[in-house]
Nanobody
């Protein structure tokens, strides 16, 4: 079993910043990939960013240059630094861990970008 707990969401003004965290616990293997996805109201879930245990990263086109994903392997924790936030970034952000063919999801944290 794997559990993922996200934190750090909230209300922020356009142009502001937020940092999301996701802590994984349970049966975590050394080789895995963690990432963030988001789902806005009425839209499909989309990729935000992913990072492997080796540090390779991948970003969705809409967040490149504004968001940075990082991780602490010793803590099984992944972070998402979000800068220059826009109203269209408003969504529920979900953490995902993938290992040995299985995907695990957190319950999500709401990010609202509004003045």
């Amino acid at each position: 079993q794997v559990q993922l707990v996200e934190s750090g969401g909230g209300l922020v003004q356009p142009g502001g910043s937020l940092r999301l965290s996701c802590a994984a616990s349970g049966s975590i293997f050394r080789i895995n990939a963690m990432g963030w996805y988001r789902q806005a109201s009425g839209k499909e879930r989309e990729l935000v960013a992913t990072i492997t245990s080796g540090g390779s990263t991948n970003y969705g086109d809409s967040v490149k240059g504004r968001f940075t994903i990082s991780r602490e392997n010793a803590k099984n924790t992944v972070y998402l630094q979000m800068n220059n936030l826009k109203p269209e970034d408003t969504a529920v952000y979900y953490c995902k861990l993938g290992q040995r063919g299985m995907d695990y999801w957190g319950k999500g944290t709401l990010v609202t970008v509004s003045s």
